[in-house]
């Protein structure tokens, strides 16, 4: 690779800089100066340049004018603004924040949880009661002792059954759930509720 | 300082924050001063004109949009300010006068010869065309970059680099013939 003296004595001064020449460049280089005297001249110049100008020192700027500049410029700059008001602030990370791109679907997101949480909540709150299921299911016609008499101690299904077509929805109400339905029935039909109705015995 | 505190340091600056200017200066204050001086040559020269510039610099802050470094940045401003007030203005007393000069006695020859070599140097920098001295104190004496001395002129990389070597070329054109090298 050939190359002109003006581009040799730009490759010594990045050189020396510290550019890492390439291996071309440098045998570039090396042969130039083998046939310059002139390039050869300017290299030897260019060291003694440098040295000097690394030499060149700068009178320091003390701390007492240093504070005399720093007190200048905030004596000509404006009083500090306020920060903005809230909303603007706000606006102002909303528009320019990095997560930006994800503020839309995260907020997204948290307004369907809680219109979830809502939903669920007056689904649960309007739901029918086990006792009302029960109640509506009374059969018209069943045949059971009076629910004083089993405050205590509902009789067990199996005996229940011996009497009434119980519906198998009521196989599955626990002991509360049952004497509660009991009493709605001795309410409702107190015909019913005979004593001596149901011994007790099966 | 690192670069996220110097962006958070320029972000409070835009919005009045006297701590973070504060900061900023004292970061910058030396390095700019030392940059003009070397442009002027005059040290009275040197620190109002680091004034105006920190001033232009916090005043016009709000412009400053971010696409270059906030170094690169400030540099710009303080090159344009010195450069018009070379063009103005001659520095008054361009270069520093180096005081008495020692007795000539052997102990102090190498003393000598080393301040006559800085005055000299110091003379053939400020003989150089306005902007080959500024790019030149750029590169050589601060340390930026090319892409970084082309964002403060304004020009492209190349132009920079070709600016540089002419400037190299022509301090030591006046070295020479001053018999320096």
């Given at each position: 690779m050939k190359l002109s003296c003006k581009k040799i004595q730009l490759l010594m001064i990045e050189a020396h800089h510290g550019a890492a020449l390439s291996p071309q460049e440098e045998s570039a280089l090396k042969n130039h100066l083998a046939v310059c005297p002139s390039c050869r001249a300017f290299q030897q110049d260019l060291v003694r340049l440098f040295e000097e100008i690394e030499a060149d020192t700068v009178p320091p700027l003390d701390d007492g004018t240093a504070l005399e500049i720093r007190e200048a410029v905030l004596r000509s700059l404006p009083p500090g603004e306020a920060s903005p008001p809230l909303p603007d602030r706000l606006r102002g990370i909303i528009r320019n924040g990095p997560w930006r791109p994800l503020f839309v679907p995260a907020l997204t997101g948290v307004c369907g949880i809680v219109l979830g949480f809502f939903i669920t909540a007056a689904w649960?709150?309007?739901?029918?009661?086990?006792?009302?299921?029960?109640?509506?299911?009374?059969?018209?016609?069943?045949?059971?002792?009076?629910?004083?008499?089993?405050?205590?101690?509902?009789?067990?299904?199996?005996?229940?059954?011996?009497?009434?077509?119980?519906?198998?929805?009521?196989?599955?109400?626990?002991?509360?759930?049952?004497?509660?339905?009991?009493?709605?029935?001795?309410?409702?039909?107190?015909?019913?509720?005979?004593?001596?109705?149901?011994?007790?015995?099966? | 300082m690192g670069d996220k505190r110097e962006k958070r340091l320029v972000r409070l600056a835009r919005r009045g924050d006297r701590e973070a200017v504060t900061q900023l200066m004292i970061r910058y204050e030396k390095e700019i001063f030392g940059y003009i001086y070397r442009m002027t040559r005059n040290a009275e020269d040197a620190k109002d004109l680091t004034q105006d510039?920190?001033?232009?610099?916090?005043?016009?802050?709000?412009?400053?949009?971010?696409?270059?470094?906030?170094?690169?940045?400030?540099?710009?401003?303080?090159?344009?300010?010195?450069?018009?007030?070379?063009?103005?203005?001659?520095?008054?007393?361009?270069?520093?006068?180096?005081?008495?000069?020692?007795?000539?006695?052997?102990?102090?020859?190498?003393?000598?010869?080393?301040?006559?070599?800085?005055?000299?140097?110091?003379?053939?920098?400020?003989?150089?065309?306005?902007?080959?001295?500024?790019?030149?104190?750029?590169?050589?004496?601060?340390?930026?970059?090319?892409?970084?001395?082309?964002?403060?002129?304004?020009?492209?990389?190349?132009?920079?680099?070709?600016?540089?070597?002419?400037?190299?070329?022509?301090?030591?054109?006046?070295?020479?013939?001053?018999?320096?090298?």
């Amino acid at each position: 690779m050939k190359l002109s003296c003006k581009k040799i004595q730009l490759l010594m001064i990045e050189a020396h800089h510290g550019a890492a020449l390439s291996p071309q460049e440098e045998s570039a280089l090396k042969n130039h100066l083998a046939v310059c005297p002139s390039c050869r001249a300017f290299q030897q110049d260019l060291v003694r340049l440098f040295e000097e100008i690394e030499a060149d020192t700068v009178p320091p700027l003390d701390d007492g004018t240093a504070l005399e500049i720093r007190e200048a410029v905030l004596r000509s700059l404006p009083p500090g603004e306020a920060s903005p008001p809230l909303p603007d602030r706000l606006r102002g990370i909303i528009r320019n924040g990095p997560w930006r791109p994800l503020f839309v679907p995260a907020l997204t997101g948290v307004c369907g949880i809680v219109l979830g949480f809502f939903i669920t909540a007056a689904w649960l709150q309007h739901r029918p009661l086990r006792t009302e299921v029960a109640r509506r299911a009374v059969p018209s016609t069943a045949l059971v002792r009076q629910a004083s008499l089993f405050q205590e101690s509902p009789p067990p299904l199996e005996v229940l059954e011996d009497y009434v077509d119980v519906p198998d929805i009521y196989d599955s109400l626990d002991d509360t759930a049952m004497q509660a339905a009991i009493s709605q029935w001795a309410d409702e039909f107190p015909e019913v509720f005979q004593e001596g109705s149901f011994n007790g015995t099966g | 300082m690192g670069d996220k505190r110097e962006k958070r340091l320029v972000r409070l600056a835009r919005r009045g924050d006297r701590e973070a200017v504060t900061q900023l200066m004292i970061r910058y204050e030396k390095e700019i001063f030392g940059y003009i001086y070397r442009m002027t040559r005059n040290a009275e020269d040197a620190k109002d004109l680091t004034q105006d510039v920190f001033i232009k610099v916090f005043k016009n802050i709000a412009g400053f949009k971010g696409n270059s470094s906030f170094r690169t940045w400030l540099y710009r401003i303080a090159t344009h300010h010195t450069l018009n007030f070379l063009t103005r203005r001659p520095p008054s007393g361009s270069e520093q006068a180096l005081g008495s000069l020692p007795d000539p006695s052997p102990s102090s020859r190498d003393v000598l010869e080393s301040k006559e070599v800085s005055r000299h140097l110091t003379r053939a920098v400020t003989r150089l065309p306005n902007r080959q001295r500024s790019i030149l104190i750029l590169r050589a004496y601060e340390g930026l970059t090319y892409t970084e001395i082309a964002g403060v002129l304004g020009c492209s990389v190349g132009n920079c680099k070709a600016a540089y070597h002419n400037a190299i070329v022509n301090l030591r054109e006046i070295l020479k013939d001053e018999a320096i090298l």
